[in-house]
């Protein structure tokens, strides 16, 4: 019986032990509650200095954080800011509307409309709608006062070379280069011979190119170029036309000595679209 009741005590010992341990513990939990708690109101207060700053940058930079949703704007995006709005979120580089080109911007959309950085101009970038060019050539000789006509075409992309004609229709807006060479003969003469032609832009005058030799012993050859770069506007029309011949005719035969090329530079892609 003794040995039962010591028993017993001993028991009554170990749990009045655990008892105390397990106030201890509670102790301990709740001082580090308290502590946790602690940590999240300063946590919710920097947030709440934060907060009211970072609303403020987007409200002077026209941008609300908490709509920031893909919109519809008028026409192409023409900035890293319309990107944006329409619903563009990776940096990178990305092709905008300028005033009459298209141009190449860096974005950084990690950053706000109106930061250093959100918006870098890199240069314009060269889109046409349609590739323009040509190049024709003559194998027989012309020597009448009257448009160069032309018997070949090695390369007429957008067709707006005529041959029959020699007209060059432009198809869109835009800078175009044109370089003509033919060889003029030039007969002898006591006097003086020569040969001369125009570039037409839509019946105006706008290039020369004319060789000329004052008392020729004998039959004379001699190159004549002619090159320029024109803004054209669509439908504008060009060609070259014989306007001076004394005693000379532009040769040619099957070596094609008559050129006649024009390309599309840059074009006007704002008044393509």
Known sequence: MKEVVKSLESKSTQLESKVIQLESNDVQMKEKLTELEAKVQQQDSLLTSLLPEKNQRAAANGFDSSQATAVAINGLPSSCEDLKTIGHTLNGFHSVMGSARMESVYCDFTKLP???????????????????YFYVQRNSSLSAFAKIPFDLALVNEGNAMNLASGIFTAPRNGIYFFSFAGHARLSASETYVSLGVFLYVNGHQT???????????????????????????????????????????????????????????????????
């Open 114 to 132: 109106g930061d250093e950085g959100f918006q870098k101009w890199i240069g314009y970038a060269d889109v046409k709608s349609a590739p323009v």
């Open 207 to 273: 290039g020369t190119g004319y060789v000329t030799q004052a008392s020729t012993p004998g039959e004379m050859w001699s190159p004549l170029t002619l090159q320029s770069t024109l803004n054209l506007k669509t439908g504008d029309q060009v060609w070259v036309q014989i306007v001076f011949m004394t005693l000379s005719t532009l040769f040619d035969n099957e070596y094609h000595y008559t050129h006649f090329t024009g390309f599309m530079l840059q074009e006007e892609i704002a008044a393509s679209l």
